[in-house]
């Protein structure tokens, strides 16, 4: 069961290496969004398996809202071939990539609002093999998450790979969403009462850490408080992808409350 350790850890940064720092706040973050979903680890083993099966062991990846690097992590762990560019705006939580892949020649993290229609100058590379994001593209609205999808097409090469992981809500269906959403929180519940960090929790100790206080205080001028966009269902999503030039787009894999959406170019 998740608790505070590995954030307590995390906070205590005295004689400890860089790297033990970030690995140490890695390992909290983590373990703060297992809380909110169990199976994120299922879901990182299917995109890695489709990833490939589509484009091969030595993929290209574009890591997109990277935040602390879990995806290119688990990437580097399955394909030491592989090579990651991490693209965020969170200062605090690339301050954690920074640490965790220092000197790592086949990772580059670049600072970049997804929301600026330029962000794609900032990237070291024309094309890339893979787009990988999850649960971290539901902050935006349909209309911009859509021009997203259009710049992405065209840095994905032909027979590469887009896969979104996230809160996708079909609201055709109210009485299964509520029975879910009632069951996930009745969960949630009794391990908060048992010691879990929740996002706010975790913030909180983020504020304190020496290294991180000043780039959690930029973050909050960035985004504010935590805010989600409309979230459409997965078929908008697919339709979405195969408009903005995708050749196949369909769900590979789904939990009760989320998605894994793949689209081919």
């Known amino acids: 069961m998740t608790d505070t350790k590995d954030a307590t850890d995390a906070h205590t940064t005295g004689t400890g290496t860089r790297t033990d720092w970030a690995a140490a706040w890695q390992r909290s973050w983590d373990r703060q969004q297992e809380w909110y979903m169990p199976d994120r680890e299922e879901r990182f083993r299917v995109m890695l398996d489709m990833v490939e099966a589509l484009v091969g062991p030595e993929p290209r990846v574009l890591d997109l809202a990277c935040g602390t690097g879990s995806i290119t992590s688990r990437l580097l762990r399955r394909f030491p071939g592989a090579t990651s560019t991490g693209v965020d705006l969170d200062p605090a939580l690339l301050a954690i990539a920074e640490g965790t892949f220092a000197g790592d020649a086949r990772v580059s993290l670049v600072a970049a609002d997804l929301k600026d229609p330029a962000w794609t100058e900032a990237l070291p590379y024309d094309t890339y093999d893979a787009v990988l994001t999850a ?29 979104n992981a996230d809160h996708m809500i079909d609201t055709s269906t109210p009485r299964i969403n509520a029975a879910e959403r009632a069951q996930r929180h009745a969960r949630m519940d009794r391990e908060k009462a048992a010691g879990v960090l929740d996002w706010a929790d975790w913030w909180a100790l983020a504020a304190k850490d020496p290294v991180l206080a000043e780039p959690t205080a930029r973050r909050f001028e960035i985004y504010g408080e935590h805010a989600d966009g409309d979230m459409p269902a997965p078929r908008w999503h697919a339709d979405a992808l195969r408009a903005a030039g995708f050749g196949e787009a369909r769900t590979v894999w789904a939990s009760p409350s989320d998605t894994l959406l793949l689209a081919v170019k």
Do not use: I
């Not at 349909?142 to 896969?163: F, I, K, T």
């Open 135 to 163: 649960t971290a593209l539901h902050w935006l609205h349909s209309e911009p998450l859509a021009a997203l999808y259009g710049q992405l097409a065209g840095l994905v090469r032909d027979g590469g790979v887009l896969m």
